[in-house]
């Protein structure tokens, strides 16, 4: 949402949308591909140790990322974590979850080189709606398993 909001041009403030992009990069992308790969584990399952999870994900992950300088842990995770997806999805014969995963690949590597496939979109336009397409087929799925 504050991605929506940041590149509509809805709010100029940069700070809010970079912290949450990067709680999102280090630890939310490495917590859902825990959850997808292994749902069974207690990450996928217990609020409570999915919490501690994230919350030490995204205090390791900031750290470094801050502290370095550099976006490339901050991409790391996020790239790994939706390839380990499609690979998991495509070994299960997943397809909907295999779709989703690399829809949010493409846009993570469009961004991540400052590509835009399509010439009236930025590159942070192609990652937001790569994002919500493959999160919207991830949880259809997930909820069709329910």
Request: hydrophobic fraction near 60%; aromatic fraction near 8%.
């Amino acid at each position: 949402m504050l991605g929506v909001l940041r590149f509509s041009g809805l709010y100029a403030d940069e700070n809010p949308h970079m912290i949450v992009s990067m709680i999102a990069g280090v630890a939310a992308f490495p917590a859902l591909a825990v959850s997808v790969m292994v749902p069974d584990s207690p990450i996928a399952r217990k609020w409570r140790v999915s919490s501690v999870f994230l919350l030490l994900l995204a205090t390791v992950g900031l750290s470094i990322v801050i502290y370095s300088g550099s976006r490339l842990y901050l991409n790391a995770c996020a790239l790994l974590a939706m390839a380990g997806i499609a690979y998991v999805s495509l070994r299960a014969r997943r397809w909907v979850d295999v779709v989703s995963a690399v829809t949010m690949l493409v846009g993570l590597l469009c961004f991540a080189v400052k590509l835009s496939p399509i010439t009236p979109l930025q590159p942070a336009d192609v990652l937001h709606l790569a994002l919500a397409v493959g999160w919207l087929g991830l949880d259809r799925s997930r909820s069709a398993a329910l």
